[in-house]
């Protein structure tokens, strides 16, 4: 079924023959071909594996003590983890663009994309996808354990679930944000098997929360989307999941995915680090900056990568960052100073002439 998917897809992402532009040809004023491969892997798109930061930090936050105790042995293994993750994350964006080609056509910017515009061949990106797969696997299996391989297997079949025929979660209203954010825990994984031996896992409840924050993220990508292609009927041909989501729906799909994530890291940050919970303030405030951000008229002229570029937004998720390290590695429990999770006794005092 996934090789019938692929097949029927790939035929329709083939443009019209008065559209198709020689592979190598320079002509002129067209950008060189390689080029245009080198768009379809969308390597500015790497930036989202700073999110398999995350993992390291968990790791190095939970068990000291079972990663590499060398300073430039963890500084090295953070690097070489990257770098499966994006082979198979620019893989998994040329599957998007050859079978989004038909869709996308339909959208009012990304039809001048190289696949849909004509601009490369088909058999020549599905055997670049083909070598970026193995080279980020043999890679992984040469730098890591099974649990950093499991991990980027489901980085892999993530991007085939959600884009292949007959599943493609892409065209499902809710699902589409589910399986999209899945990406998160995934490169939580990532961050923390690259540090830690196979047989340990990462607590369920940061992994949810970490789920739920991708969640919160997409939805509003979701949103600006929705609002920034204006025609209903085009908007449905585009995306099928935009034919059942509305703008309320989305608006409140985004605040039940926030409310899920605090509720998450809540619960590990009681268990784990109860320092941290002095920076939820500054959590809230960013996620409010955030849907702000979604929810304004700007953002509906807008392109939705546009959002998380907001330097609002960046500042916000900065700040809250360094206040979390700060916290995190505080040695001082500032929750029992503070009897934040505890009454605090107060010893009555007698009178001296009552005594006795």
Not at 168 to 173: G, I, M, N, T, V
Not at 200 to 216: D, H, K, M, N
Not at 287 to 294: E, G, N, Q, S
Request: some cysteine; hydrophobic content about 55%; aromatic content about 12%.
């Amino acid at each position: 079924m996934f090789i019938v998917g692929v097949a029927d897809f790939a035929s329709r992402a083939r443009p019209p023959a008065r559209e198709t532009v020689a592979c190598f040809a320079i002509a002129e004023g067209k950008t060189p071909a390689m080029i245009e491969y080198v768009k379809v892997l969308r390597i500015d798109h790497w930036l989202k594996n700073i999110f398999i930061f995350f993992g390291h930090l968990v790791a190095l936050a939970l068990l000291p003590t079972e990663v590499p105790q060398n300073a430039a042995t963890i500084v090295l293994r953070i690097f070489l983890s990257l770098i499966p993750a994006c082979l198979v994350a620019s893989a998994n964006y040329v599957i998007n663009e050859i079978l989004d080609a038909p869709f996308d056509r339909m959208h009012p910017t990304k039809r001048f994309r190289p696949v849909p515009s004509g601009k490369v061949k088909l058999s020549v990106l599905w055997t670049l996808m083909g070598v970026l797969v193995v080279v980020a696997f043999v890679l992984a299996a040469l730098w890591f354990n099974a649990g950093y391989l499991v991990a980027l297997a489901l980085l892999l079949v993530s991007g085939i679930a959600y884009n292949v025929e007959p599943v493609r979660l892409k065209d499902r209203a809710y699902l589409d944000v589910v399986a999209e954010s899945f990406n998160n825990p995934v490169r939580l994984w990532l961050g923390w098997y690259a540090l830690l031996p196979s047989h340990y896992y990462p607590p369920l409840s940061i992994v949810l929360a970490w789920w739920f924050f991708g969640a919160l993220l997409m939805a509003g990508k979701r949103y600006a989307e929705f609002r920034f292609i204006g025609d209903a009927r085009r908007r449905g041909d585009y995306r099928r999941s935009f034919r059942v989501y509305t703008e309320r729906s989305l608006i409140l799909s985004m605040v039940t995915y926030a409310n899920f994530f605090c509720f998450c890291m809540g619960i590990a940050i009681a268990v784990y680090r109860p320092n941290l919970v002095f920076v939820f303030p500054l959590i809230v405030v960013a996620i409010c900056v955030y849907l702000h951000r979604a929810m304004s008229e700007e953002s509906a002229k807008l392109e939705p990568e546009h959002l998380l570029k907001s330097p609002l937004v960046i500042a916000c998720t900065m700040i809250v960052v360094a206040v979390s390290a700060l916290l995190a590695w505080t040695k001082a429990d500032l929750t029992k100073s503070l009897h934040l999770f505890e009454g605090m006794q107060v010893q009555e005092k007698t009178s001296p002439a009552l005594d006795g």
